[in-house]
């Protein structure tokens, strides 16, 4: 599989998880704010569960991304921070 279908997909499943956490979220904050309701305990467990894979997905998408983000945090900070980051790395190549 290519890496922008992968990477597609992904959001695409990441952008689902999200729309039912927040529909969720809304269900039991404004539909069953308190009290116990069978609904209630089901959405619960449904906001719990998807929340959980939405987490997995975002920490899959980080690993997918994993050097594009190293890269792009190393330009970020040797154009913000000039010879700070060289001699960073000169520090961690020394010890």
Not at 61 to 90: I, N, P
């Amino acid at each position: 599989m290519r890496k922008a279908t992968r990477s597609y997909w992904l959001d695409v499943v990441m952008g689902l998880l999200a729309l039912v956490v927040a529909v969720s979220s809304f269900l039991l904050w404004v539909v069953f704010p308190r009290g116990y309701f069978a609904a209630r305990t089901v959405w619960v467990a449904i906001h719990k569960w998807v929340g959980l894979a939405l987490g997995v997905a975002v920490l899959v998408h980080v690993a997918f991304h994993w050097r594009w983000l190293k890269r792009m945090t190393r330009r970020y900070l040797e154009s913000c921070g000039g010879d700070w980051a060289r001699e960073q790395q000169q520090e961690h190549e020394c010890v």
